[in-house]
């Protein structure tokens, strides 16, 4: 069976631009999760969904959003991208939303802003 | 503010030896540990996964959670140089936005052959 899977694999902005990022969960899966990773440091929750609605967000800014199909895949929009933004933006899913539900991450998308 | 610490590391061990890698969280309400490996420029890839006080074996790997002390640890045994890699430890918190994880910043394990 296929991962999760993300689109696309690297991509290069200016500031001010917008950017849309793509996931695909786990076959089966109903929740994703994005989380961001800037150098150094862990993973940081950005926001998650289960059944196209959003259940959690983290500490970001109202740039960031996010929306999930019909299908369970999903997509992450930053607008008005700063130098900051650079970072690899993850991607997971899980099957439910729950506290012991194991969270499988994708490939990710390394996004660099210039 | 929910936190999870681990040491930064370099955690430097020879081939063959056991590596430990330790990691505190503050939220007392924390219910799952899970322990990631992520190599340089890829995602992180998990490891294993803890709910209750004790230890738990999975092959070379060890996860060891004491609730009371709020510090779950990470043992592997026979370190072999593939495993040089970054480990994340992440935590579940209790309430608020399930299931979200809440990572530290990560050990960097090299294993010296």
């Known amino acids: 069976d296929a991962g999760v899977t993300q689109s696309p694999t690297h991509l290069i902005k200016t500031r001010g631009q917008h950017v849309t990022l793509r996931c695909s969960p786990i076959s089966g899966h109903k929740s994703v999760s994005w989380y961001q990773q800037v150098l150094g440091q862990g993973p940081q929750f950005i926001f998650q969904y289960y059944e196209k609605e959003e259940r959690g967000r983290g500490n970001f800014p109202d740039r960031f959003s996010a929306r999930q199909f019909p299908n369970y895949s999903s997509e992450l929009n930053v607008n008005a991208l700063l130098l900051g933004d650079s970072a690899l933006y993850l991607c997971?899913?899980?099957?439910?939303?729950?506290?012991?539900?194991?969270?499988?991450f994708g490939p990710g998308t390394r996004l660099l802003v210039l | 503010q929910k936190e999870v610490e681990q040491n930064s590391g370099p955690l430097s061990v020879p081939e063959g030896a056991i590596a430990s890698l330790n990691c505190t969280y503050s939220?007392?309400?924390?219910?799952?540990f899970f322990w990631y490996r992520q190599y340089s420029g890829k995602s992180p890839e998990l490891i294993m996964f803890?709910?209750?006080?004790g230890d738990k074996e999975d092959g070379r790997f060890t996860a060891q959670l004491n609730k009371a002390s709020q510090y779950v640890s990470l043992l592997i045994r026979d370190s072999q140089p593939s495993d040089s890699a970054t480990y994340l430890c992440?935590?579940?918190?209790?309430?608020?936005?399930?299931?979200?994880?809440?990572f530290g910043k990560g050990t960097k394990l090299s294993v010296k052959p």
């Open positions: 939220d007392r309400g924390s219910q799952s």
């Open positions: 992440a935590v579940i918190g209790y309430g608020g936005s399930q299931g979200n994880l809440i």
């Open positions: 803890i709910y209750s006080n």
């Open positions: 997971a899913s899980s099957l439910v939303p729950t506290n012991q539900e194991t969270q499988y």
